[in-house]
């Protein structure tokens, strides 16, 4: 297992347009979370799964963010009616839940996007 | 009030200079304490996990005063490749683990 994958890792798209990200966890990590990072700020929580359950969801995730785990492997975030708010780094990291790394979470290289 | 606060510096060191950021959270019911590292334009990368006795990892050490919901980190001899952005990190369980990150603070170690 080669970590955290995310893809793609640079999107481009024009104010509107509809925007789907994936991320594969480590394999036997049953946590997974997303957040967004821009300049200059911390990752700021989006939401995070155990297993295909969605647990948490931040309150400063517009109805226009949807997350999904549907196998309780993979990931996909999607934004629709994309903004140029939405212009940020999507970050994927996952964690197990036992042993010494509980808690631990590892990023994949994350996904850029570009809102035109 | 964010729930995590960093001050973001950025604190210029030289070489060989002991530097030290602290952080401040607001949940007290917050479970466990990081610190995690991030390189420009990359992604951030656990530095060391933050226990109450306090612990040491090198020329890293890491304390927390839960009394006064505060976090350090110490860094000693610094390196020129210590330059990066130091991530506060805290972990609360309040019907659902939530991971906070502050917006870090920015360290750039000088020859």
């Known amino acids: 297992d080669t970590g955290v994958s995310q893809d793609p890792r640079h999107k481009i798209t024009k104010r509107g347009q509809n925007v789907t990200f994936r991320c594969d966890p480590i394999?036997?990590?049953?946590?997974l979370y997303w957040y967004r990072q821009t300049l200059g700020q911390g990752p700021e929580f989006l939401t995070y799964?155990?297993?295909?359950?969605?647990?948490?969801k931040s309150r400063l995730l517009s109805d226009r963010f949807s997350a999904e785990r549907p196998k309780g492997s993979f990931s996909t975030l999607e934004i629709q009616r994309t903004e140029q708010g939405d212009s940020a780094m999507y970050l994927c990291?996952?964690?197990?839940?036992?042993?010494?790394?509980?808690?631990?979470?590892?990023f994949g290289a994350g996904s850029r996007l570009t809102v035109l | 009030r964010k729930e995590v606060e960093q001050d973001p510096g950025p604190f210029n060191v030289p070489e060989g200079a002991t530097v030290a950021f602290n952080c401040t959270y607001s949940n007290s019911a917050s479970q466990s304490f990081f610190w995690y590292r991030q390189d420009c334009r990359k992604e951030p990368k656990l530095l060391m996990s933050v226990y109450s006795s306090g612990n040491e990892d090198g020329r890293f050490t890491a304390q927390l005063n839960r009394a006064s919901q505060y976090i350090s980190l110490l860094i000693r001899d610094s390196k020129l490749s210590d330059s990066a952005t130091y991530l506060c990190v805290v972990l609360s369980n309040t019907g659902g683990f939530k991971t906070i990150f502050g917006a870090g603070t920015r360290l750039f170690v000088k020859a």
């Open positions: 990291a996952s964690s197990p839940t036992t042993n010494s790394g509980a808690n631990v979470l590892t």
């Open positions: 799964f155990q297993n295909e359950a969605q647990l948490e």
């Open positions: 394999s036997e990590h049953n946590r």
